[in-house]
């Protein structure tokens, strides 16, 4: 069984790095450095710092402006099992 879990919010935290907040209570800092390196359409300009910081919560995905959203579950997955995720300060 797959939890469903959405994003609650998230801010810029340095180059290429998000810190995002989890509906489980979990939060953490992710690194796109290695997906944004990609030369696609929709990740070009994430290179860019000020368009990467405009990051947005939508529909419980993050997103930006160009319409590039990051799967929420496969994040947190990503994240956990990197363990780069730890209980949101200030609960959710």
Known sequence: M???VKVLWVQPAG???LRVRFSNGREGICDLSEMIGRDTPMLAPLADPGFFARAFVQMGTIAWPNGFD????AL???MLDAGRLEPALGGT
């Open 70 to 73: 990051i799967d929420a579950i």
């Open 2 to 4: 797959i939890d469903v």
């Open 15 to 17: 180059a290429r790095r």
């Open 76 to 78: 947190h997955d990503e």
